[in-house]
Structures are given as structure tokens and as C-alpha cells.
């Protein structure tokens, strides 16, 4: 009798493996909606991102905006946060961003001189985090 349960294990093993594929795959894909993501991951996308109609990206539940990638996330102009460098893939066009020196968040290259510390910070998904 344990032989037809060998013959189901297999298919399940190589289903697993495959949906861990596909997982890794989504993963930085762009989204505008959690379910454009994988079941294990939320599409993390600011409200400045929101505002200017930018989509987000898939990243694993929990995680909230990468700093100095995402507008509107956290950002540090001393260092590797400093806004040069979007998070989503370079077929996607995104407005050049540059970290707002008064209110270390990443603004639209334009809104650096006149955003003073209205940042937004804030990260929309199923869970809303602090970037």
C-alpha cells in the first residue's frame, strides 16, 4: 500500500518547488495591488507613490518600502539612501527623485526645494509601516 502514496508524494514535491520559483520570481515585480503578488508577499507602494499614480512592488509580507528607493520612503543624502536609484526594474519609467535634506524622505527631483518637512512616510499595504 505504500506504493501509490509514492506516486503522490513526487507531484506534490515538484509542485512545492515550482510555486518557491515562481515566488522568488514576483519578488521587486511591479504591482498596484496585493494580489498581483504572490500569497506570501504584499505589493508595497507609499502613498506619495499612490498620489502619483507609481506602482509598487511585490516584496515579502512584513517588509515595508526600501529606503531611498521608493518616493515618499526614508531616505539619508550622506549615504547609499539617498534616492538615485528606483526600486523597480529599469523598463519601468519612474520620475527622477532626489532626498529632501529638511525632511529625509524621497521627493520628485522637482519638490526638493519646496516640500520643507511635509514628507510622507507612510506605506500603504494590508499593514500600514512607518518606511
Not at 520612503?73 to 528606483?86: G, T, V
Amino acid at each position: 500500500m505504500a506504493r501509490p502514496r509514492a506516486r503522490h508524494l513526487v507531484p506534490a514535491f515538484v509542485l512545492a518547488a515550482i510555486a518557491g520559483c515562481l515566488s522568488g520570481r514576483l519578488e521587486n515585480e511591479p504591482c498596484l495591488e496585493d494580489k498581483e503578488c504572490w500569497t506570501d508577499q504584499v505589493c508595497v507602494r507609499t502613498d506619495a507613490e499612490r498620489a502619483a499614480d507609481l506602482p509598487g512592488i511585490c516584496r515579502p509580507k512584513g517588509e515595508s518600502c526600501a529606503p531611498g528607493k521608493h518616493l515618499g520612503c526614508s531616505c539619508d543624502p550622506a549615504n547609499s539612501y539617498a534616492c538615485d536609484e528606483p526600486a523597480l526594474p529599469d523598463e519601468i519609467e519612474y520620475p527622477a527623485m532626489i532626498c529632501d535634506a529638511t525632511a529625509l524622505v524621497c521627493v520628485l527631483d522637482s519638490e526638493a526645494s519646496t516640500s520643507g518637512s511635509s514628507g510622507d512616510t507612510s506605506e500603504s499595504s494590508d499593514t500600514t509601516t512607518e518606511g
